[in-house]
């Protein structure tokens, strides 16, 4: 594989000359970028997938559900359905995608919406909920919107400044683009990460005097959810068939294994549709497994998409939490949507 990338890598330098041209002709006001009088928030990445926006964008609607009247866009990635869609009880993963879907049913005061024109869907959202503030969902590369803050994210295992542009690489645009974030957030760290690692990391990343840069860990709720709860702290006594449609399933997997679960991981691509015969596939494994003590686990993403197919089904939740500085990175999300009103 990493030998056909290598051979791809002429591409690379046209998808490079392509993608900076666009931003040469954005940053120069020759293509046309919407401002907006509310607060928006961008999160993104360079990279393709894996980095943990969901988990970010939740914990800005925690932060700012109290005071604020939120609402998020998203694309609504191999949704079924056109246009805006403002998400009510009636809609599926199907019609909406699973990272809206998740959204909407965790937050019930918080409005959510998909439209892959974003600068449309803003307005939408301003004409029909007229929210304090927007959050952006996977919008980084979206110029046609300007956001008035940007929070790229970056993977502590996948760093954007070592990585190379696609199809070579994952990065969808050059790492020259780092210098749109307003914050930067390397996620996905150990908790234990030592100061002089995440100087090491500061140093090599290069933010400049206006970036401030931030490391967040992903924590895993207590309990287990879905057909019934069972503590984390007991699912050792469990043998796990785990299913998977996310990028980056890597550190999930390993976080079972580091409680000695036996796990049968079954891996799916990113927001995979599941058909009926991965449904039978996927029951059919579990019911081989000879043990009393066995039950079907998978991310609160995928569960959006499995839910109404397939009964006794568990999710665990996560969250995002910041190692260090953490009211720092919340009084520069705060003052941000604060400072006009």
Partial sequence: MKVI???LFPFTLVYDLITTIRNFFYDAGVFKSTSFDIPVIAVGNLSVGGTGKTPQI????????????VAVLSRGYKRKTKGFVLLNDSHSAEDVGDEPLQFFKKFYTVSVAVDAKRVHGIQQLKKTVNPDVILLDDAYQHRKVKAGLYILLTRYDDLYIDDFILPT?????SKRGAKRADIIVVTKCSKDLSDSQQEKIRKKLKANSNQQVFFSYIDYHEKTKGAKEIALEAIQDYEIVLITGIANPKPLLGFFEGKNCKVHHLNFPDHHHFSGHDIKEIQAQFEKLSTDKKIMLTTEKDFMRLADRMHGLHYVEIETKFLEDQEKFNQQVLHYCNKDS
């Fill in 5 to 7: 990338r290598f051979l």
């Fill in 58 to 69: 939740e914990f800005l609607i925690r932060l700012l559900k109290k005071d604020k009247k």
């Fill in 169 to 173: 690489g994952n990065l969808r645009e």
